[in-house]
Nanobody
Framework: QVQLVESGGGMVQAGGSLTLSCECS????????MGWYRQAPGKEREGVAL????????RYVDSMKGRFTISCDNAKNTVYLQMNSLKPEDTAVYYC????????????????????WGKGTLVTVSS
């Protein structure tokens, strides 16, 4: 069983930065893709960024491009999400997810194709 534990959430002012971490209980080399998703109050869960563990290829939802960076440290079994230029609309619970056994994972189905989930970490951006 794969366990994912997020950390790094908190409160920040608009324009600020935060880095989220997601520690995986198994070697990330046994995972095919890892991603970050978020759910704002009253809204459905949405994709933020995905990274292929084997080659480090990253994809982002258009609204996060240029502001967010996903990275993977396989030696630490940890995935990060660096978030810059944060906006109040980025306020949400951010979830880490991991997927196996598929050749492609999409950012646009709210993570329905991911297999394992963390419990989430809250990010609050004040104006």
């Amino acid at each position: 069983q794969v366990q994912l534990v997020e950390s790094g959430g908190g409160m920040v002012q608009a324009g600020g930065s935060l880095t989220l971490s997601c520690e995986c209980s198994v070697s990330t080399f046994s995972i095919w893709a890892m991603g970050w998703y978020r759910q704002a109050p009253g809204k459905e869960r949405e994709g933020v960024a995905l990274i292929n563990v084997d080659d480090g290829a990253a994809r982002y939802v258009d609204s996060m491009k240029g502001r967010f960076t996903i990275s993977c440290d396989n030696a630490k079994n940890t995935v990060y999400l660096q978030m810059n230029s944060l906006k109040p609309e980025d306020t949400a619970v951010y979830y880490c997810a991991a997927g196996r056994g598929k050749s492609y994972f999409t950012l646009y189905t709210g993570g329905s194709d991911m297999d394992y989930w963390g419990k989430g970490t809250l990010v609050t951006v004040s104006s």
